[in-house]
């Protein structure tokens, strides 16, 4: 059951490998992109024409003089074997990789913003935290190669449905989305004819007004992650450095709001024709009008991201809205911590949920200066801010496709393998190169296995206990693969014990079609522990997974 899976990882990783080539050298290009210069006698065809005729996409005509034109090819494709192929065919003269080139002579700087050592969501150092957390390094929206490709344009504009924008907070006023007809026209008037009067920065529907300032802190916070600007010195930076964000209030001071305001905001953001909406909001029951109104930002070709909720549930089995309404253009995120752990608050699901994203202690900008906030609200608008980037980097890319690309490239994690549908975090990088990402060497559904059967009683009993040891003479790791596994969250558990029976991990809730945790060595004994009160399923090991 394991095997098929482990071999096509290893073949997309293998591809991955050739398109990184260049990277690999110290030298950048655009992957998938080749500068190629023509034959004299070719080069007053249109492009179009010239499409057909080299068989491959002809992106524009770089110059008159050069006689050169830039052609795009799937960027899987082995950089050598597509310089050849094209450097073959008659029309051509000669074909090069589209280099990056930059002002520090080929090596991407990061932005100035003084903070950005304390975004581990953005780049994990293993070491940039502000908490105790621990952290491993890596575990990141990997935006810093993505940065070598594209930061960001204010062509792009992404709605933050939420407590409103606080648009003065100086992180964010320079990616302000403003309207201009309002911003230049008379108070009080509807100068540009759309309903709405004084909508300069967004919509307020919590107080039926057109200055949507937080008075909460929420949006702002959110706001900071997708698009606080960047390289100016100041503060913190956004995935993002440059997008225009419209702020839209439905949720009041307090953090809650209605239906019908909801439902205002959707059609609000669709009407002035954003790319992306995010949203960092739930609870409520199913309504038709709600998800009605995203089918609607759907086929206006709006991308809708959704927190998938901090209820520690299967929204799988216990769905979440909006983030749970079965809508093509919903992404439902799912918060991790700086070790690359399901939150100990998110919510998950392995149908249901599609990414997740860095949520525990994100730094970001709120009208009362910049905070460290958790949950999967803090998780939804890093993805908002990849999508910006996307986004730009893809001009006139489909809805359909930016969603492929940020639910089909996630950076595989071994913990979260079965908790969203991705198995993965969002990955800047991965998106913007439309690339696979390599598999998660610490993932031990990608390590040799032999079968192991151990099952509790199903239920198991009150003040239930018993011990069951598991060895692989000789492995350096293991680790135990549960095909169920499901008991009473807190109080009735797992423990997992060494050799010397020191107990160095633990397991209790729900986590169906999993792997515990790595263990050192070649042996470890579960302990398996009830109360007298609920009893659950227990749990089911089929395999034990080895280096």
Not at 257 to 267: E, V
Not at 302 to 323: E, M, Q
């Amino acid at each position: 059951m394991f095997q098929g899976r482990v071999t096509q990882v290893i073949a997309a990783t293998a591809l991955v490998f050739s398109v990184s080539a260049i990277a690999e050298k110290g030298v950048q290009a655009v992957p998938g992109e080749y500068v190629v210069k023509l034959k004299d006698t070719h080069s007053v065809m249109s492009v179009q024409q010239l499409s057909q005729s080299l068989g491959v996409e002809v992106v524009e005509k770089i110059s008159p003089a050069s006689k050169a034109v830039l052609v795009r090819k799937n960027a899987l494709e082995r950089e050598s074997f597509v310089i050849q192929s094209l450097e073959s065919h008659p029309m051509v003269a000669n074909a090069e990789p589209n280099y990056i080139y930059d002002i520090n002579g080929g090596t991407q700087a990061l932005p100035n913003d003084p903070m950005l050592d304390q975004l581990w969501g953005l780049i994990n150092t293993g070491s940039n935290l502000t908490s105790q957390v621990t952290s491993r390094e890596g575990i990141d929206v990997d935006v810093q190669r993505g940065w070598e490709l594209e930061t960001g344009s204010r062509d792009v504009v992404i709605a933050v449905i939420d407590t409103g924008v606080d648009h003065t907070i100086e992180d964010l006023a320079p990616n302000m989305w403003t309207n201009d007809a309002e911003l230049n026209g008379q108070a009080g008037v509807d100068d540009d004819g759309n309903g709405f009067v004084d909508d300069i920065y967004g919509y307020d529907f919590a107080n039926g007004d057109g200055d949507p300032m937080d008075d909460h802190g929420h949006g702002s916070h959110c706001s900071g992650t997708i698009g606080a600007k960047g390289n100016d010195g100041k503060g913190i930076v956004g995935v993002a450095w440059d997008v225009r964000i419209m702020g839209i209030k439905f949720l009041t001071g307090s953090g809650s709001g209605t239906l019908a305001n909801a439902i205002k905001s959707i059609d609000y953001a669709t009407l002035m024709g954003v790319n992306v909406m995010s949203n960092s909001w739930g609870g409520g029951g199913f309504s038709e009008e709600l998800k009605a109104s995203i089918e609607r930002a759907r086929d206006a070709g709006i991308l809708f991201t959704a927190a998938a909720g901090n209820s520690k549930s299967n929204n799988d089995r216990d769905p979440s809205y909006p983030a749970s309404y079965d809508v093509d253009n919903i992404i439902s995120v799912a918060a991790i911590d700086s070790d690359g752990r399901l939150a100990s608050f998110s919510s998950y699901g392995r149908n249901t949920v599609h990414v997740a994203a860095p949520g525990v202690g994100i730094l970001s900008t709120t009208p009362d200066g910049y905070k460290s906030w958790s949950g999967t609200s803090m998780a939804t608008p890093h993805v908002s801010g990849v999508a910006a980037l996307v986004l730009s980097h893809v001009p006139g890319i489909s809805m359909a496709d930016l969603k492929r690309r940020i639910v089909g490239r996630t950076s595989p994690v071994s913990a979260i393998r079965s908790k969203v549908a991705s198995g993965g975090i969002v990955s800047a990088y991965h998106a913007l190169t439309d690339t696979p990402a390599p598999a998660d060497p610490n993932d031990p559904f990608n390590w040799d296995k032999n079968t192991h059967n151990i099952s509790t009683p199903h239920p198991y009993t009150d003040a239930f206990s018993q011990e069951w040891t598991v060895s692989v003479p000789g492995a350096s790791r293991i680790s135990i693969y549960f095909s169920r596994f499901e008991t009473e969250r807190s109080y009735d558990k797992v423990q997992f014990l060494d050799a010397a029976m020191e107990v160095v991990g633990e397991m209790s809730g729900s986590f169906d079609d999993s792997f515990s945790p790595v263990f050192e060595g070649d042996t470890i004994t579960l302990r398996f522990t009830s109360d007298s009160s609920v009893n659950k399923y227990g749990f089911d090991v089929q395999a034990v997974a080895y280096q």
